[in-house]
């Protein structure tokens, strides 16, 4: 297996190795009926394959999508007697048994229309007899998260981090983007181990590859390519990476059911709870991850992309979006709940311009001022034709105190249909 990690240098050591493996193969065609290849990731063909026959790559044939995971009719065959006592442990119905397991387990799809469930996680599930996240904590690819680790901050917008860095003001609302985007299905046919840790779409296609990210959508272009759109598989990656991803980047500690507490003052529609509960995270943020010369804290994409970072993990009926563009300018932050849109516009107070009763009455102002340029861009106007017009939409204007790192002032207008 390849080591990647930190340094990529023993991990190309060993690909030639095994170049040198394959390329012995080749003069044995005579005695090999069949071969397959497998592994947790791709790596372009050329450098790895050149000393064998050029092998077919089945990664996403249709015809093969579900080959190395469970379809639910061979669990229902495989265990069923499993199944009886899983049900009548939790409490439930067999339809909601099933809706359990889809939710934590299911939707990994390389290909075709079905889409399968992580046999390792089944497995698991039977054996302990409860839910909990088992793949992701015990598998091979438990380094994946270290590739978060910001890189270097060196100043204003110059965030590096490899994950992240997909056409993003600030770098920590990229993933959350990148998700949003279709992808013609040849970029992911190659992989360059001299790239990773230095191009973002190369380590976003190593979460695919490695099953932390999978195929959602896709579309068929008029000459017939096809378009992917990429997301989480299941519960049980949102889950694992939504801790992980936070304590590689910020050294924060963010557990899912922090994330849930959040998602439910989305649903009472209290922007001034919500903001209240991610206090406490944007206090505990190391200032030494950003130097103490950087300027990063005083700008507020950064508060909105870290915003965004943690909320890319909520379930997938809520989107969310930061500076998302419209006619008239580009407002910070837009999350649509099954109920309700969001318009979140933010302002920052920079270190040292005021102190006291002054500052907190500063804080107030900014925030006003955010609230009040929701109407004066007209933003609310723009996305109640590109969204459900059923949905009411609440206004926030929030102010952030980059002297504390913290929320310093909440303002907010809720419109009702």
């Known amino acids: 297996m390849l080591a990647i990690g930190d340094d990529n240098r023993k991990a190309i050591e060993n690909r030639e190795v095994l170049h040198g493996f394959f390329a012995t193969l080749k003069g044995l065609d005579a005695y090999i009926h069949f071969q397959m290849v497998t592994g947790v990731s791709k790596f372009a063909r050329t450098s790895l394959f050149s000393g064998a026959n050029q092998l077919r790559d089945i990664s996403l044939s249709p015809g093969f999508s579900s080959l190395l995971g469970y379809t639910k009719a061979e669990i229902q065959a495989a265990f069923a007697p499993h199944l009886e006592v899983l049900a009548k442990n939790e409490g439930v119905t067999q339809d909601k048994l099933w809706q359990m397991i889809t939710e934590w387990y299911n939707g990994y799809s390389w290909g075709g229309n079905e889409r399968v469930y992580n046999p390792y996680s089944i497995g698991m599930l039977f054996e302990e007899m409860r839910f909990k996240s088992y793949w992701p904590s015990y598998s091979s690819s438990s380094w994946l998260p270290r590739l978060l680790k910001p890189e270097d901050i060196t100043g204003l917008f110059s965030v590096r981090i490899s994950l992240l860095w997909i056409h993003s003001k600030c770098a920590f609302a990229g993933l959350a983007n990148a998700l949003n985007q279709e992808y013609r299905e040849e970029t992911f046919e190659k992989l360059e181990l001299e790239s990773l840790g230095r191009t973002a779409f190369d380590t976003i296609?190593?979460?695919?590859?490695?099953?932390?990210?999978?195929?959602?959508?896709?579309?068929?272009?008029?000459?017939?390519?096809?378009?992917?759109?990429?997301?989480?598989?299941?519960?049980?990656?949102?889950?694992?990476?939504?801790?992980?991803?936070?304590?590689?980047?910020?050294?924060?500690?963010?557990?899912?059911?922090?994330?849930?507490?959040?998602?439910?003052?989305l649903d009472n529609n209290d922007p001034k709870a919500f903001y209240g509960l991610l206090d406490s995270y944007f206090r505990s943020v190391p200032f030494t991850i950003f130097k103490a010369q950087s300027a990063i804290t005083n700008v507020e994409c950064f508060y909105s992309a870290v915003l965004a970072f943690a909320l890319q993990f909520l379930p997938k009926?809520?989107?969310?979006?930061?500076?998302?563009?419209?006619?008239?300018?580009?407002?910070?932050?837009?999350?649509?709940?099954?109920?309700?849109?969001?318009?979140i516009e933010h302002k920052v107070l920079t270190r040292g311009l005021a102190a006291g009763p002054d500052r907190q009455r500063q804080l107030q102002h900014n925030a006003k001022q955010a609230l009040e340029q929701i109407d004066k861009m007209k933003y609310a106007a723009e996305f109640s034709i590109q969204t459900d017009k059923d949905k009411p939409i609440t206004k926030v204007g929030v102010?952030?105190?980059?002297?504390?790192?913290?929320v310093g002032s909440v303002e907010v207008v809720k419109e009702s249909l």
Do not use: M
């Open 399 to 406: 102010c952030f105190d980059a002297e504390h790192r913290s």
């Open 317 to 343: 009926v809520y989107r969310v979006q930061a500076e998302d563009p419209t006619s008239d300018g580009s407002v910070d932050l837009v999350i649509e709940t099954p109920t309700r849109l969001f318009l």
């Open 205 to 265: 296609s190593l979460f695919f590859q490695t099953g932390s990210l999978t195929i959602k959508e896709e579309k068929k272009e008029e000459d017939g390519s096809r378009l992917l759109r990429l997301d989480y598989p299941n519960n049980e990656v949102r889950k694992y990476l939504s801790s992980e991803a936070f304590k590689e980047i910020l050294q924060v500690k963010f557990e899912y059911s922090h994330l849930e507490t959040l998602r439910k003052a």
